[in-house]
């Protein structure tokens, strides 16, 4: 009944039902829990950035839920990942000891998934932490310079965001687009013509 109540609160981003829960049970702020569609559990930080994924609530009000569950014990590296597109909470998760090294779905790194949906802000912070820049994922054995211009092109550009940027950034930082992924597939190989952008930049590179 209480665990019930924690993931309906976290639906409703309601931050005082939060904190008066876990002020009388802290234990509960790593407790799984799985959400109505999934019946996979999984720790209450990812829980609340799976919240952002799904457009329930914005990535600043995800924000203030994980840090209430931070301030009550929550462990940053307990099976906890930062679902896509939630930037705030990812930035948080670091600011708190968060493994960057952690490999999730497909072996990818925070870096890999940030990259690859074009989170330019997450990948600069992701740099300064020191975040692997050629290592290749388990599925693909692919960089995240490949995830960054493959998230770029995916199903026509739907995932289309600032992953041009981000290939910058990881060029920058000395990111090597000679690396294929298993297949053999070269950054530049994902590209055709109407990519003069990012084709230039890995040209230059």
Known sequence: ???SSIKDL???ADCEGLRAVLSKNPGLANEPIR???NPAKAHPLHRICDGVF???YSDQAAVEMARIFLEFGANVNGNVAASLNADEVALLYIDHG????HAGCHGGTALHWAAWCGRDRLV???ILEKAPLEKRCI????????WAVHGYKFEGGKNRHRQIECVRLLLQAGADKTVP????TLAMQFLDGEDIELKNLLDKA
């Open 1 to 3: 009944m209480i665990l």
């Open 10 to 12: 976290i639906k409703k």
């Open 35 to 37: 959400l109505d569609d």
């Open 54 to 56: 799904n457009g329930v």
């Open 98 to 101: 968060a493994d960057v090294h």
């Open 124 to 126: 600069k912070r992701l």
């Open 139 to 146: 599925d693909f054995k692919g960089t995240p310079l490949l």
């Open 181 to 184: 992924n298993i297949e053999g």
